[in-house]
């Protein structure tokens, strides 16, 4: 939950990847709460930290497909998935697999345009401010709730250290995930730059 500069309740999910606790559990099931109007999933600009996330839309569609059944969920809800990008995932065959599934589900997949506010209007409708990225041509799209993957910040003192390039990706071999250049350094999951879906199954396998 976030509040706008006044102080009101948004109605806002950010997704934070800070315990182990919130990644298998929070994250996951607050896509149950979605009865309603158009479930906002969005993702930042690459490179991003909690890659997983784009995974949730299609969690949520799901959560939302067996609610209807029951007359939980409105059946004109809808669960879109947006992000200034243009493309989910920065490995084809995942993309192409990811794009797919949303086709067949019915999830509004939005690519290019950019967050930039999230506030009510007069009528206390919530309202998502989009920026085309390629146009500038603003947009505000009302929503019934929205389960945000917030910016990542690259680490400075990693680029100028030669552990990352100006991206703030960790060189590795992706086939031991050792270092490039320094033999002592090894990562995985969202650090890594790569032709593979940097996520925490990804990593785990």
């Keep these: 939950m976030t509040s706008n500069n006044d102080g009101n309740k948004i109605g806002v999910f950010s997704h934070m990847l800070d315990t182990k606790d919130r990644v298998l559990n929070k994250n996951y099931y607050h896509g149950c709460n979605h009865t309603h109007g158009d479930m906002i999933c969005y993702d930042p600009k690459f490179p991003f930290k909690g890659e997983g996330s784009s995974f949730y839309a299609l969690y949520y569609e799901a959560m939302s497909r067996d609610a209807k059944t029951v007359g939980n969920c409105a059946l004109g809800a809808r669960v879109q998935y947006w992000t200034p990008n243009k493309e989910i995932f920065q490995f084809p065959y995942a993309n192409e697999v990811a794009l797919e599934e949303c086709h067949k589900r019915g999830v509004d997949v939005m690519f290019g345009w950019e967050m930039v ?17 390629d146009s500038g041509e603003m947009l505000e799209h009302p929503f019934s709730m929205a389960n945000i993957n917030p910016p990542s910040k690259t680490h ?43 996520t925490q199954t990804a990593a785990s396998a």
Excluded: M
């Design 117 to 133: 506010k999230v506030h009510f209007d007069e009528k206390g409708q919530k309202i998502a401010t989009f920026k085309n990225v």
């Design 156 to 198: 400075q003192e990693l680029i100028d250290g030669g552990v990352t390039g100006s991206d703030g990706l960790i060189d590795v071999n992706p086939y031991t995930l050792q270092h490039e250049r320094f033999d002592n350094i090894f990562a995985f999951g969202d650090a890594i730059r790569g032709n593979t879906t940097r």
